[in-house]
DNA sequence: TCAGATACTTACCTTTAAGTAATTAATGCT
DNA sequence: AGCATTAATTACTTAAAGGTAAGTATCTGA
């Protein structure tokens, strides 16, 4: 007789590790906060705003938000080129919980250190 | 004249991504859930539930927790071993917000995968 | 004519995360 | 004697994420 257990990662039906791991990367929270602190942004606003992210990863992290549908795109014709970055209605729903997050790690950050400092 | 912007990412001083780079690894997540809807379970029977994760994975999962202050190890000196993992008060205060994450993503979830295959 | 601006893309390389499989230690059970 | 049990650890490999630096198109202004 098995143990039937199992099935708690179950990435189809787990809609937390199916949506949670797309801004479980190194930048997309950042891009997230920045642009519900400033509205709308362009490239090279964000850029120098997050100093240490690269072009390469500004673009992959805003083209992996803008198709989950979080980040909006609004492309000008113009030369040289001019492209505005916004949070969706979508994103905007997120950020209060990413505000708290944001706050619980504020409220902690402190206390965490601590313990990891101390387990050597 | 510099445009004197940056410093959203600040290591140091980003509580966000200080504290909260620890749990958008691929387990850590997973792990406070379920040991959130179950209260204490011995290393096997988290292996168990989650099905996909290898041994060594959780062994360094719940050992960053640990370190964290997040998760509590308690070893009984017995043969074969018995060691039993529960959430510290730390993680407790943590998990209203990452329920409310999860509850998002439930929500969100069918939009945002029509917003991806949308996206080709 | 040529640098500068803008929002990228591409090729290449390094670093980090994660997976696989074997091994360990001490005991009880058969 | 030999196997199962438990919670790891170790060495090795693969996959994914991220970084660097250069290139692209098109126009403006010096």
Request: glycine share 4%.
């Amino acid at each position: 007789m098995e143990n039937e257990v199992k099935n708690y990662a179950d990435e189809e039906h787990c809609p937390v590790r199916n949506v949670l791991d797309r801004f479980g990367d190194k930048w997309s929270m950042l891009v997230l906060m920045l642009l519900s602190d400033m509205g709308v942004l362009r490239f090279n606003e964000i850029h120098k705003y997050i100093g240490t992210i690269s072009q390469k990863m500004l673009t992959v992290t805003l083209k992996k938000l803008e198709v989950d549908g979080l980040v909006q795109r609004k492309a000008y014709p113009e030369i040289p080129p001019r492209v505005e970055y916004s949070l969706t209605q979508r994103a905007q729903s997120l950020m209060p919980i990413i505000q708290e997050l944001a706050q619980w790690a504020n409220k902690n950050m402190a206390d965490i250190q601590n313990s990891r400092s101390k387990a050597v």
